[in-house]
């Protein structure tokens, strides 16, 4: 490859990051965290490397320079949201379009000189629409968002907003575990559900995999991954506090810009990490390898033939969810199918392997000002069969207090031998208990929800739309 051509194109991005810094202060560590990689590729990027063809940047950059800057910002912009670590269980052009929406929504509230283009106009419009829609304009809510719309409608947004390659995304292969090798337990819900690839389920419209996305990945590649993966998001959460000095000091900062990151920092626990919050200790009979001590159990039975000195204990204590109230806020402002997506979520990981006792009592209560339903349930197949045959009962205003008080006379009447406590499912806008209750209360609430500050005695625990979405009752 030309060293000259090399030597040019490098000069071009000095000038474009330069300009940028210039305009986004806040921006600088992003900026110039890629290493260059000159190739035969137009653009692409898998958060440590930025490919790109030399004589496709010079060009570009003759031709229109506010183009070239605008598409390494929205570069920069997908790893600084982590873009490219989230492509697991997508199909990929619904994914990639998700992810070019919202960096390139950012983009327009900033507005910048040095990023105009004349097809910004078409832009906002279809980001308008697609807002009405929706609350959070993050790549995880477009991405459902988008799964409902006509192919026609996807290939004209993906004509318009699209810039740069993203099949390196899909190669980022065999995070082995997957997202506990690459995230540990952050993120990850359903172990069961993880194949030995990261991105075994992501995928083309057609649902198959390039030949890439199969290849193993040693320990070092891995790490590489993981490290880069930690410093993005060492980068974003500084920028995020950049941006709050910014706005003590100069006033308005890019809304859009700012709520992105809140998504992407807001604390996450795993949603089964959440649930054994809610469990109580019991003993399953079956062997406790933990406790079992091979030495003396062989020892044993070399010295005496067939009499070890130390049997396996038949038990072992284990977390699992015997007694619990779920509560389901059937106001207007709860939709249907999101409650049937919430319990089907939680029916999951109730039916993971050693979560359930082979007895429980959960209660499922229905209430908005009032208590419509209360089914109590004592076998899988019930659950199972209350999600399937689930009918929303109310619809009226939303007062909590009402659940609170079923509970209260269950422990009294002696229904509950030791009440786990209450999951309740709402958008969090309604009447509270003032007093703290005598168990645990969490308020479960969808990220569409709006800011909303529960009582100090309860957990706030905001379940993201992919959550939601991720498993079907089976």
């Not at 939680?346 to 209430?367: G, L, M």
């Not at 019930?382 to 939303?398: P, R, S």
């Amino acid at each position: 490859m030309d060293d000259e051509l090399i030597q040019l194109s490098e000069e071009i991005f000095t000038d474009i990051i330069t300009q940028l810094t210039l305009h986004l202060r806040f921006m600088d560590i992003a900026l110039t965290r890629f290493i260059l990689v000159p190739d035969s590729f137009s653009f692409r990027c898998d958060g440590r490397y930025l490919h790109y063809s030399p004589i496709a940047v010079i060009k570009m950059y003759r031709n229109d320079a506010k183009k070239l800057t605008r598409g390494y910002f929205h570069i920069v912009l997908h790893s600084v949201f982590s873009h490219q670590y989230f492509a697991q269980d997508r199909k990929m052009s619904l994914w990639d379009l998700a992810c070019d929406l919202a960096v390139e929504n950012v983009i327009l509230e900033l507005d910048l000189p040095i990023m105009r283009q004349e097809s910004d106009e078409e832009k906002r419009r279809e980001i308008a629409a697609l807002k009405k829609d929706m609350e959070a304009f993050t790549a995880q809510n477009l991405y459902h968002l988008l799964e409902q719309k006509e192919k026609d409608r996807i290939r004209l947004l993906r004509d318009l907003f699209v810039f740069d390659e993203h099949e390196c995304w899909y190669e980022l292969r065999n995070v082995s575990g997957s997202h506990e090798t690459l995230f540990g337990d952050e993120v990850k819900d359903d172990k069961a559900n993880a194949g030995s690839n990261r991105f075994d389920k992501a995928s083309h419209d057609t649902g198959e995999r390039s030949e890439s996305t199969q290849q193993d990945a040693d320990d070092a590649e891995i790490e590489l991954i993981r490290n880069a993966l930690k410093d993005w998001k060492e980068i974003s959460e500084k920028i995020e506090a950049d941006l709050e000095l910014f706005k003590e000091r100069h006033g308005g900062v890019p809304d859009a810009l700012v709520q992105s990151l809140k998504a992407l920092h807001r604390e996450k626990y795993s949603y089964r990490q959440f649930l054994s919050r809610f469990m109580r200790t019991g003993e399953k009979l079956h062997i406790s390898d933990e406790d079992f001590d091979t030495i003396f159990y062989t020892y044993g039975l070399q010295l005496y033939k067939n009499l070890p000195l130390i049997e396996p204990l038949e038990y072992r204590e284990e977390s699992s969810v015997r007694e619990l109230i779920i509560a389901i806020d059937t106001s207007g402002s709860v939709q249907g199918d999101t409650v049937q997506a919430f319990l089907n979520r939680t029916y999951n990981i109730f039916c993971e392997k050693e979560n359930f006792f082979s007895r429980f009592r959960i209660h499922i209560v229905q209430c908005d000002m009032e208590i419509r339903e209360a089914a109590v349930l004592t076998s899988q197949q019930q659950f199972n069969a209350y999600i399937k045959n689930l009918e929303i009962k109310g619809l009226g205003g939303t007062d909590f207090r009402p659940v609170f008080a079923y509970a209260d006379e269950q422990v009294k009447a002696g229904a509950f031998r030791d009440l786990g406590g209450i999951l309740y499912f709402t958008d969090g806008d309604g009447v509270y208990p003032k007093t703290r209750p005598s168990y645990p209360a969490a308020f479960l609430l969808p990220n569409n929800s709006r800011e909303i500050t529960v009582p100090p005695w309860a957990i706030r625990y905001i379940l993201e739309e992919e959550d939601l979405h991720a498993y079907q009752a089976g």
